[in-house]
């Protein structure tokens, strides 16, 4: 019989005992002292730096900084033991050191998280997010964009624009980071079918994903600034969309 994630045991950070993750919030109040107040808020995060359930690449600080802090889900399990997200991640954080970009940073994971579980939805012979970045998959990859960011098949607008775009954007960086890898391992294989994933997301995000994403925002930016004229904005639009 499968467990749910709901029904697992987290250590207590002040005394190190299991306690059930529903129930953990009350054995820290009487276990932890005021002084840890402010650790309590985050108990749960607090308790995941003590299972350590992540892949072994990343350092100890990234471990301690970021995934703790992500919901025990299927998104997050997707990302904690792909190594290609975690290269993503470290070159993160030595490009971002500020101490709000943290957030930002797993704000990408996560949309990156969400991203891969509906391109299973699309392709189920996917098992690992590696073969995700393919030139076969190109096609998979901008259909799940398309749902994640909520794509109106009706008006052709994104409902969450900025999601189309970043993952457009970062699955680019991701592709040039991986390419830089395989060149310092001397993959030849790797570098050249990354190069052409490159190649291919380079031309089809342009068109499919960064056009719409635009015409999204600059609708909706129209609509905040013009709102009695956006009836007659939508039917001009429609009328050029044919």
Request: charged share 30%; proline share 5%; with cysteine.
């Amino acid at each position: 019989m499968r467990i749910s994630l709901r029904d697992k045991n987290v250590p207590c950070p002040q005394c190190l005992g299991y306690y059930s993750k529903l129930s953990i919030r009350h054995h820290v109040k009487n276990c932890m002292p005021m002084r840890g107040s402010k650790r309590r808020r985050n108990i749960k995060a607090e308790c995941r730096k003590l299972l350590n359930n992540i892949h072994e690449m990343p350092p100890e600080d990234l471990k301690m900084k970021f995934f703790p802090f992500f919901n025990d889900d299927e998104v997050s399990n997707v990302i904690r033991y792909d190594v290609d997200t975690i290269t993503y991640d470290n070159y993160m954080c030595r490009k971002y050191t500020t101490e709000h970009h943290p957030q930002q940073i797993r704000s990408n994971l996560r949309a990156f998280g969400r991203l891969i579980s509906v391109i299973r939805e699309f392709n189920p012979n996917i098992k690992e997010p590696s073969e995700v970045l393919d030139p076969i998959q190109v096609e998979v990859i901008i259909n799940a964009i398309n749902k994640v960011a909520m794509l109106d098949k009706s008006s052709h607008l994104y409902k969450t624009p900025a999601t189309a775009m970043l993952l457009a954007t970062e699955l680019k960086r991701l592709c040039k980071l991986l390419t830089m890898d395989y060149a310092r391992n001397r993959d030849k294989e790797g570098q050249k079918r990354l190069e052409d994933l490159l190649l291919t997301f380079n031309h089809e995000f342009q068109v499919t994903v960064n056009k719409r994403g635009l015409e999204t925002q600059k609708i909706n930016n129209r609509r905040k600034n013009y709102p009695s004229q956006d009836r007659t904005y939508c039917r001009i639009q429609n009328l050029f969309r044919g």
